[in-house]
């Protein structure tokens, strides 16, 4: 199993940015996928998720409105796209696929994270 991220960096508030995790080694379409991020000192917390065909998503009420999660099935890939960023975004992005039976995933896989920082 392996996620790994892509799309990180440092922008001015208010800029965008979209992160990409590719994945491998279990079913994707059959795993729901989520982004968490990490900020120093606090702890990790759930951003986003979308189901495995895509249909639902959930979001933070803190990105509502400015993230945007979606997934491609055929290239079995996840995007965040954000929008209007602000300081308090800053942090380690990841990338998780839960554990599913039916995608052959037996335990919450993550990626390395990427790293976002907003400063002006």
């Known amino acids: 199993v392996q996620l790994v991220e892509s799309g990180g960096g440092l922008v001015q508030p208010g800029a965008s940015l979209r992160l990409s995790c590719a994945a491998s080694g279990f079913t994707f379409s059959s795993a729901a996928m989520s982004w968490y991020r990490q900020a120093p000192g606090k702890e990790r917390e759930l951003v986003a998720v979308?189901?495995?065909?895509?249909?639902?998503?959930n979001y933070a009420d803190s990105v509502k409105g400015r993230f945007t999660i979606t997934r491609d099935n055929a290239k079995n890939t996840v995007t965040l796209q954000m929008n209007s960023l602000k300081s308090e975004d800053t942090a380690v992005y990841y990338c998780?696929?839960?554990?599913?039976?039916?995608?052959?995933?037996?335990?919450?896989?993550w990626g390395q994270g990427t790293q976002v920082t907003v400063a002006s």
């Open positions: 998780q696929a839960a554990r599913s039976i039916e995608a052959g995933l037996p335990y919450d896989a």
């Open positions: 979308i189901s495995g065909r895509g249909v639902s998503t």
